[in-house]
């Protein structure tokens, strides 16, 4: 996108006078953009002393799990996927049993959460003929969505046995 920039910009400041009022909109959007790069830019650049001053675990660590992910679970999901519940064949509290998944078979592809049936449901975007939202009574908030795809997306990493269980 940076490298089409310059491009864009040339192109509208040499357009004709009667399109004036377009290039000039060309270029707001063009600058807009730069804005945005710069902004995403500063976010790249930022994250390592933000990451190192809070701690935080990146997505793809077993901390990332079982510090953001397994309390989303265990609120939402653990009274009837966790320990001795396995309702729809899924148990949760182990990573052998989310990896095995349930009646219908593997509920997350480790790398794709696009392509992960765990995302579509807590998303309530299940497949049509057997939807499944998934906590059934209710929905996940937007963040713990987020987080959950995130951890998803990062190769579904977690400890092979979590202490707390
Ligand atoms: C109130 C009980 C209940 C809660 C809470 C619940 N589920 Fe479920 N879940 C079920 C039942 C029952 C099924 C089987 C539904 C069916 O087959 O139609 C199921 C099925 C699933 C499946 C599909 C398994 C398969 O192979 O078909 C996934 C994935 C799933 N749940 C994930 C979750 C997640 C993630 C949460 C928490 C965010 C959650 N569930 C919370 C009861 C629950």
Redesign the pocket.
Known sequence: MSQNLPATVTSSTFRSASSLKRSTSGLKIAALSMAAVTLAATAVLWQPTSVAAQAAPAANTPEFYTQRVLP??KD??Y???GGMFH????S?SSREGMMK?????A?IVPGNAEQS??IK??RHEGPVD?P?P????HK?SDDEIAIVTQWVQAGAVMPASQPSE
Not at 87 to 90: D, F, M, N, P, T
């Open positions: 989303i679970f939402n999901c009274h009837c996927h309702r729809g064949g899924l949760m998944g349930g009646h219908d078979g509920v049936l765990l449901l807590i057997d499944m998934m906590p059934p009574k996940l």
